[in-house]
């Protein structure tokens, strides 16, 4: 190796090492029974502000919601609740707590623990992503909606008293808000219509309990006996350490070191040991979980590798037991190497997201004109020019399954994918000749009945990966080829790409989406007109109907009946995107030393649950022939 190889390869080779000490030994004692790189760091350990998957996948650990996912065989599993009941007509739910289960400080875990947080979740001032998926609970939106107003008319009033404020919207909450503590460990849900999909909610992190006292900052010991914080006298709101109000605005405001080692207190499998951003965090097995036994993991490290390339060399050394996510250039490699028998550890999973290109559907575009992307017919054209086997056998090289339709078929029980438009380049250009666009006088160039040629299409993609770029450069050369329009590709970071889409800054733009909970709405609420997340500025009064109607629709088949036929005439006759495949997420683990890691379309792991097998080995006496 020469000097220049030599001193460009040294950094590499230094932070390698870095990272493999780290593995090793995480300045809490010998290297964890289970190691992982799991891409970036965590975001948030409080879990009503979790939206991140990977920080949902810690929540996991360390909190416990009423129920969980059934990983290996469908369906939920008590958790915090041993059981269940609802009502005829589906709007009351009422859930039987464990009375074993505890908070990692020996307190008990009560239905006034789930109350009260679901309080901030549905507080505006804690600002939680999910707040509107929880708006099903009777009396819940309007509780957000009032808050907002609450605050507003103080402000404008000029008395901004914020504990007062709170104490009232506390006291709002209890009195309006269909969730009811009937005792100690029994819980009332009173809802505002029939949600089928509710424990799947519940299942879903933002769900999840936490401490009050942790979280606002104030003991809870009396005569060094640990209780539930109902039965005692909060402090006066300057006593508690992690919370005030905003003298100008009278919103509560959270101190988020309350979710720190040494600090935050949890009801999962297990306690946070360490945690140094950006570099890795430990956990290790709960004293007071209430299933000691289903923990197979004394201690788990989670390591931030940015870089993929370090993840799987610190994963070859042996440092690293799995790779939550194999992001590297050659991961398509990888894949094909998996495919022909050449490695045993690198899975293909199939996961419950889409990859597709939004088109603006908006009359106008930013400067003014006219938006030919707001006709139907152009987007359908546009569509059928689409070769997605192409992309995923030849751009992306993952084979992902190529899909037509928004909601990846086969993923949500009971329901039936219709089918989209497939390519047809033939009937591509028949449909962009109906819109009225013609090559009138053969110059090479479409142009409309008044002789508008058809505008140069810029096509938005973000550059925090080559996956977008590539698959825009085919789409790129599929639309040309078969449409004779011209396409000018537009590169942002994610930031600035993202303001572009909030402000309908784009004619196409590249999106992905990964659904929330085991239903067709999680994936079908981006078509409405008034969702957050519709960047399309998609309007459709009909879809609107639809998806309220589903939404009191008491029938489970009629009702996925009704669903299956809103995405046919989004993907058939709207065509608000063009879906192109469904995403897979690449694992890198050895099945003959890891077990229990889940393939669960929807990317929830049971950390508890997963160990090496060389111990149990071990005890069996296994030997080699």
């Known amino acids: 190796m020469d000097g220049l190889m030599l001193r460009l390869l040294l950094p590499a080779f230094l932070f390698l090492a870095a990272i493999l000490g780290i593995a090793r030994c995480d300045g809490q004692g010998d290297r964890s029974d289970l190691v992982i790189a799991g891409g970036g760091e965590v975001f948030t350990l409080d879990p009503q502000r979790m939206s991140y998957l990977r920080d949902m996948r810690m929540g996991g650990a360390l909190y416990e919601g009423l129920v969980r996912l059934d ?48 309080l901030r979740l549905l507080a505006p001032d804690t600002a939680a992503d999910y707040s509107s998926l929880f708006f099903m609970i009777k009396g819940s939106r309007a509780f957000w909606e009032w808050r907002q107003e609450q605050l507003e008319e103080a402000v404008t009033d000029g008395i901004v008293d914020g504990p007062g404020l709170w104490m009232d919207a506390e006291r709002r909450f209890r009195e309006t808000v269909g969730i009811e503590v009937l005792d100690e460990h029994t819980l009332r849900l009173n809802l505002e ?138 991961r398509a490699d990888l894949v094909e190497m998996a495919r022909t028998g050449q490695r045993n550890d690198v899975h293909i999973i199939p996961a419950f997201a889409t990859d597709f290109f939004s088109f603006n559907c908006r009359p106008r575009l930013p400067g003014g004109d006219l938006n030919p992307f707001a006709d139907p017919l152009v987007r359908r054209a546009f569509s059928r020019a689409v070769d997605r086997e192409v992309i995923v056998n030849n751009v992306t090289r993952l084979r992902e399954p190529a899909i037509a339709t928004l909601i990846p078929p086969g993923s949500i029980p009971g329901y039936v994918s219709p089918e989209g438009l497939e390519h047809d380049p033939a009937l591509a250009r028949k449909d962009l000749e109906e819109a009225g ?23 938005l993609y973000t550059t925090n990966t080559p996956r977008y770029k590539r698959m825009a450069i085919a789409l790129r050369e ?25 402000e309908g800054d784009f004619m196409i733009a590249r999106g992905a989406w990964y659904g929330d909970f085991g239903d067709p709405t999680t994936f079908l609420e981006l078509c409405r007109s008034t969702d957050g997340n519709n960047d399309r500025g998609f309007v459709d009064e009909y879809v609107d109907r639809t998806l309220d109607a589903a939404a009191m629709e008491q029938d489970p088949q009629a009702r996925m009946a009704m669903l299956s036929e809103l995405e046919r005439y989004l993907f058939q006759e709207q065509v608000p995107m063009v879906p192109i495949c469904q995403i897979v997420d690449i694992h890198m683990y050895d099945p003959d030393r890891i077990e229990g890691v889940s393939h669960h379309p929807r990317q929830v792991q049971s950390l508890w649950n997963i160990r090496q097998m060389q111990e149990r080995e071990a005890l069996a006496g296994v030997s080699a022939p």
Do not use: C
């Open 71 to 118: 990983l290996e065989n469908g369906g939920f599993k008590p958790a915090a609740a041993s059981s269940w009941e609802t009502s005829d007509d589906g709007l009351t739910w009422t859930f039987h707590l464990r009375p074993e289960s505890r908070w990692s400080d020996g307190s008990s875990v009560t239905a006034h623990d789930f109350a009260w947080s679901w």
């Open 193 to 330: 219509y029939p949600v089928p999909w509710l424990l799947d909610l519940l299942a879903f992190a933002p769900a999840a309990p936490v401490h009050r006292p942790t979280v606002e900052g104030w003991p809870v010991n009396t005569e060094g006996r640990s209780v539930a914080w109902h039965e005692v006298e909060a402090p006066p709101w300057n006593s508690r350490r992690f919370v005030d109000f905003n003298t100008e605005t009278g919103r509560l405001q959270q101190d988020h070191r309350w979710a720190r080692p040494g600090t935050l207190v949890g009801n999962g499998p297990y306690v946070l040991e360490a945690w140094r951003y950006k570099r890795d965090m430990r956990l290790k097995r709960s004293p007071t979980w209430r299933d000691p036994d289903g923990v197979r993991n004394d201690s788990i490290t989670t390591l931030a590798i940015e870089d993929p390339n370090t993840a799987v060399l610190a994963y070859e050394s042996g440092s690293v037991d799995w790779i939550n996510g194999v992001n590297v250039e050659y």
């Open 437 to 459: 666009w013609l090559d009138r006088n053969e110059d090479g160039v479409l142009e409309s009945d008044d002789g508008t040629p058809f505008p140069v299409v810029n096509l």
């Open 478 to 502: 599929q639309w040309e080829r078969v449409l004779g329009v011209e396409i000018e590709l537009t590169g942002r970071d994610t930031k600035f790409y993202k303001n572009d889409l909030r």
